[in-house]
């Protein structure tokens, strides 16, 4: 079904990994709406509890954007890449299933900006992350002047983004662009794990949160009001009755 990307799904989660680890694995136009395909398939998929989306290999998540795919693109050709790129990052971070980057490696330009669209991030002890454009004469392009000041701060993004560093796992970790730093033996099955605890969450309240989280951030939004809404809302669902009912019977709820 895919060139780029390979797709599996067990217990509930689908894992999305980009098959590109030759070019470690480097996001041409074609590998990116891959992932938007796969992860919008799955939206309406009950059985589907979340996705976890990593790079084939033990050296790349995604070393970034295919360079020589737009090297000689024209101002409206780049215009529509980015755009094309940001429906793609949007697309994973209006998710209604829960998404985790498993980064098992670099990171870079483009790579970063997908990992960041996910909802949270675990990464191997090698990984890198850095967004390095402005080497090749141009700003991020898919959300990652955003979203970066989103996860860890103006001053500390700023610096990342005029020098084009690469920081490691570590450094990822302290500055609050990752949840976990992992052997990477363990990256994928703790990434499973956080999955099949969020599994016996209900699955209407977490859309909620996404959604909530994600208004605070959007640009016409008000996410107070989104908030007061998603919880009046709540009231008139079965996850509501179950989660309720199951509390007062002392019961675990079987969402």
């Not at 992860?39 to 970034?64: M, S, Y």
């Not at 967004?131 to 610096?159: D, F, H, M, S, W």
């Amino acid at each position: 079904m895919y060139q780029n990307i390979l797709t599996e799904t067990e217990n509930g989660v689908l894992t999305i990994t980009i098959n590109r680890e030759s070019k470690l694995n480097a996001l041409n136009i074609l590998t990116l709406q891959e992932i938007k395909s796969a992860v919008l398939d799955v939206q309406e998929k009950a059985e589907i509890r979340g996705i976890i989306l990593t790079g084939a290999g033990a050296k790349a998540f995604a070393a970034g954007a295919d360079i020589s795919e737009f090297a000689n693109f024209s101002v409206e050709q780049g215009t529509k890449m980015s755009a094309d790129g940001h429906s793609v990052m949007n697309a994973i971070e209006q998710s209604k299933k829960p998404v985790i980057a498993a980064v098992n490696g670099f990171a870079l330009g483009g790579g970063c900006e997908l990992a960041m669209a996910c909802h949270f991030r675990l990464a191997s002890e090698n990984a890198k992350f850095g967004q390095p454009e402005v080497n090749l004469g141009v700003p991020p392009g898919y959300g990652g002047t955003q979203r970066l000041v989103q996860l860890i701060g103006k001053g500390k993004a700023l610096q990342m983004l005029l020098t084009a560093d690469a920081i490691g796992a570590h450094e990822a970790l302290e500055y609050g662009l990752v949840s976990e730093v992992l052997p990477m033996e363990d990256l994928i099955p703790r990434c499973i794990e956080v999955l099949n605890k969020l599994k016996t969450k209900s699955p209407l309240a977490i859309a909620a949160v996404i959604s909530c989280v994600n208004d605070c951030f959007a640009e016409g939004k008000n996410g107070f009001e989104t908030e007061i809404n998603a919880f009046g809302h709540a009231f008139g669902t079965i996850d509501f009755k179950e989660g309720t009912d199951a509390f007062l019977n002392k019961r675990k709820p079987n969402y």
